[in-house]
């Protein structure tokens, strides 16, 4: 059963930046795709950003597109989300997700983490 775990969420003013981590407990396969998600009380979970661990493709969505940058350390099993130039509308629940088959920023991942908080104060 693969593990999820985030840290790194936090408070910080508008135009901040915040790194998030994902450690992932176990590693089985070496085709697999991730993805960070985030969810607003009042908002349906939305896809942030995902990679493709089998060539390192990213997607981003839109609305952070520039700002954000998702990257994968296979070494050390962890999955980063680089948050520059924080919006007061990047406040969230931020999740990491990982699926050996689906890819992209689709909310249909197999195995999710608990999550981390992200304010952004203006």
């Known amino acids: 059963q693969v593990q999820l775990v985030e840290s790194g969420g936090g408070s910080v003013e508008a135009g901040g930046s915040l790194r998030l981590s994902c450690a992932i407990s176990?590693?089985?396969?070496?085709?697999?795709?991730m993805a960070w998600f985030r969810q607003a009380p009042v908002n349906e979970r939305e896809g942030v950003a995902s990679i493709d661990a089998g060539d390192g493709s990213t997607r981003y969505a839109d609305s952070v597109k520039g700002r954000f940058t998702v990257s994968l350390d296979s070494a050390k099993n962890t999955l980063y989300l680089q948050m520059n130039s924080l919006k007061p509308e990047d406040t969230a629940m931020y999740y990491c997700a990982l699926d050996r088959w689906q890819c992209g920023l689709r909310n249909a991942y197999n195995h999710r983490g608990q999550g981390t908080q992200v304010t952004v104060s203006s």
């Open positions: 176990r590693m089985y396969f070496n085709q697999f795709c």
